[in-house]
Every structure is written in C-alpha cells, then in structure tokens.
C-alpha cells in the first residue's frame, strides 16, 4: 500500500451469500468495529435483494454499498437483469464488473465487461474491474500477458479522468475460495504489471492514482503480508467478508501499514 500516493480500499463481497435479516446486525457490528480513516475506502458488495436493507443499514457511515454486477445495458427487455441507473437510484456507489465468476459461468466476454465499466462510470459510480488468470494459465507462464490483455480490454476507450475513478482488482482464479493465496511477491507482481499497464495507457500520473486490490482468499492472517506490497493498495474480499470481524481485522491490517501524509 501506498497511501501518500492514493486510498486503500477494503472491499467485501458478499457472493450469494446471507440474507434481509442479516444485514443490520452485521452493518451494527462492523460499524463498530472498523474505524473512519481518511486515505481508505470500506464497502461491502451485498447481492441485489439486499442493496436496500445495507444502504440504510450503513447510511450516516463511511462505509458504502456496492452491487457485485450490473447490466451492460440502459434499460429495456432484459429479463433478469439490473441496469446502472436504478443501482445508482438505489443508494449503490461501487459496483464490481468482470468478476471471474461472471466470466466463467455467465460467459462474460472482455467486451461485455468494457460495457458494463462504460455503464457504471456513466451513472456516476465506481467500477471495481476484476482480472486474474486461471491454474492453467499460470502454468503456461501466460499470466501477464493474460492479465495485461483483460486489463486494456475493459479500460478501451476510457478517458482519463474516468480511470482516476476506477478500482482493479486482480483476483487469480486458483486462489479465489480455495484458500491457496498468492504469496505477497506473486500478488506485488501481478499489481505492478496492472499498474505499468496503465503508465502505459495514461502516463505515470494517472496510474500512480489508481488502486489496485488483490482477491483470493485474503485472511485477517495473511491480509498484512499481501497489503504491505508497494502496488497492492487493499483487498477484495469473498468468504472473510461475511464475518464482521474477520472483516475488520483485515482493515485494521490496512490502517496499521498507513503511510503519513495525503492522497
Ligand atoms: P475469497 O476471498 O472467498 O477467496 O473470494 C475472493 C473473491 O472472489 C472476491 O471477489
């Protein structure tokens, strides 16, 4: 992390797991828990039919609520599915597009995911871009440039000013619920890429401003290690998001390794 440079961003996702009645204990419980801090960012991405109970839950807080996808059109006849405008309606300020899980079983191309990022930044909100290889990728030895791909994909045709209200995430698919973590060097290394590839893109400025997240099964034990990295600016977190105090331990790892000074 390097917060003289930007925010660290915590953010929990919450998959398609708990239900109505377990948000306000939960949203009661972490906002105790996880302290206001100026240079980081906490947010929770809850499945739709929650959205409402978590953004009263959370309102007059710091932390926000984020939706886990969205759909890649305005409106119209789309069964089943949620446009950016009524996320946005709704009280939503993040929202996580590309997710490997959307990838892999809803079959999301890179321009699907360029879409929907368009679709979140047009309705004011901030996408979180999620990219990472699978096993047999890493394997291959393939992974940066997979990665580099995906990430100049979805950012296609973004101005720069939107970049600057953008968040990735690389998650690497073998890490993600199984509990095998990137080590802190594999994540740094993937981040960094993630980074040039945006020098590249935008110049130096602009992809100095840009948090980077790792995702896969990021603890309370090992979120210190991983947050510590220079490029790795905070965590998207699946399964330890579901437990308030999982959670927080993870973002007082965070708030240990603020660097003095300001964004
Ligand atoms: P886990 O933390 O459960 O591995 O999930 C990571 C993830 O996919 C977050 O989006």
Redesign the pocket.
């Given at each position: 992390m390097n917060t003289r440079y930007r925010r660290a961003v915590l953010?929990g996702?919450w998959?398609m797991n708990l239900l109505c009645g377990d948000v306000k204990p939960y949203a009661q419980r972490l906002r105790e828990l996880a302290e206001r801090r100026a240079r980081r960012e906490v947010l929770v991405?809850v499945p739709f039919p929650l959205i409402p109970a978590a953004v009263r839950a959370f309102r007059g807080s710091h932390i926000a609520v984020g939706a886990q996808d969205v759909s890649e059109e305005p409106k119209g006849a789309r069964t089943g599915e949620v446009s950016a405008a009524q996320l946005r309606d709704a009280g939503v300020k993040y929202v996580?597009v590309g997710?490997?899980?959307r990838r892999q079983y809803h079959g999301e191309t890179d321009s699907v995911v360029n879409r929907k990022l368009t679709a979140v930044h047009g309705e004011g909100m901030t996408p979180i871009l999620?990219v990472g290889e699978t096993l047999e990728q890493r394997e291959l030895g393939i992974q940066g440039e997979l990665v580099t791909m995906q990430v100049k994909a979805a950012l296609s045709g973004l101005p720069e000013e939107l970049l600057r209200r953008t968040i990735i995430?690389y998650?690497p698919i073998w890490?993600?619920?199984?509990?095998r973590t990137a080590s802190p060097e594999q994540a740094q290394e993937m981040c960094a890429l993630i980074r040039s590839v945006l020098r590249q893109l935008y110049g130096a400025r602009a992809a100095r401003a840009v948090p980077v997240l790792y995702?896969?099964?990021?603890?309370a034990d090992n979120a210190e290690a991983l947050l510590r990295q220079p490029d790795v600016d905070g965590g998207?977190?699946?399964?330890?998001?579901l437990d308030p105090e999982k959670f927080s331990r993870i973002i007082a790892a965070a708030d240990r390794l603020e660097t003095p000074g300001t964004v």
């Open positions: 953010a996702n998959k991405c996580i997710h490997s899980e999620c995430a998650e890490a993600i619920g199984t509990g995702g896969g099964s990021m603890n998207l977190v699946g399964g330890a998001s």
